[in-house]
């Protein structure tokens, strides 16, 4: 069955420090991984997504299908960083398709 | 932001009323999805419609039902609300195909007493 594991509910780091936020995800075709963010009292945002390779507020995310591991990382945190994060896998099942999203980790970086 | 409003946004009601939320877009995306959010669960897909009154369960759709007769509206509606279905619920739209993004509503935050 298709699953996004975060194993860690709460990540706190000092503004400066590297941050890391693992998400491994269990799919056994070819996946499509993305991350959203959720800003206090904002909607949840698309951050990056895999396919793009890109780099977002200074976050880059790889898939290693190896460790079927999709983590986010970001080397100098900053305060404004500080948001409800969730790992998302995106797939077809049943000729349809649907997100499934992990349990989220909520980043606190403080000053 | 994409067209994609939720209503009500907060509502208190009484174990046993049915309630309903609206979705509500304006982007003609086909994907309309409604989850809810519970701390510790994250984001549960609870039904979802794939067009016009096309729709499948999620993974906790047990107490609740959906409709979708138009494009721009999905319905979520409790049967007979229990405490358990106190949560952020969120509407979520996406296009078909790969690699797409989801634009997600504000949110409604549903108290059931």
């Known amino acids: 069955a298709q699953r996004v594991t975060q194993p860690e509910k709460l990540l706190s780091v000092f503004k400066g420090a590297p941050v890391e936020l693992k998400c491994n995800y269990s799919?056994?075709?070819?996946?499509?991984l993305f991350w959203y963010v959720q800003y206090s009292r904002q909607r949840l945002q698309l951050l990056l997504r895999?396919?793009s390779r890109e780099s977002i507020k200074g976050f880059t995310a790889d898939l290693n299908k190896g460790e079927t591991s999709f983590h986010l990382k970001k080397p100098f945190a900053q305060e404004e960083d500080s948001a409800m994060y969730y790992c998302?896998?995106?797939?077809?099942?049943?000729?349809?398709?649907?997100?499934?999203f992990g349990t989220g980790t909520r980043l606190k970086v403080l000053a | 932001d994409a067209g994609i409003t939720q209503s009500p946004r907060h509502k208190v009601t009484e174990t046993g009323t049915p309630v309903t939320l609206r979705c509500h877009q304006t982007?003609?995306?086909?994907?309309m999805y409604w989850y809810r959010q519970d701390p510790g669960h994250g984001l549960r897909l609870i039904h979802y419609?794939?067009?016009?009154?096309?729709?499948d369960k999620g993974e906790v759709s047990d107490g609740y039902s959906v409709s979708r007769s138009k494009t721009e509206d999905f319905l979520l509606t409790l049967e007979s609300a229990t405490s358990s279905q106190t949560s952020v619920y969120f509407c979520?739209?996406?296009?078909?195909?790969?690699?797409?993004?989801?634009?997600f509503g504000q949110g409604t935050r549903l108290t059931v007493v």
């Open positions: 979520a739209i996406s296009e078909s195909g790969q690699n797409t993004e989801a634009f």
């Open positions: 799919y056994s075709g070819s996946p499509e």
């Open positions: 895999h396919i």
């Open positions: 998302a896998l995106y797939h077809l099942s049943s000729g349809t398709y649907k997100y499934i």
């Open positions: 982007e003609n995306h086909r994907y």
């Open positions: 419609s794939y067009g016009v009154k096309d729709t």
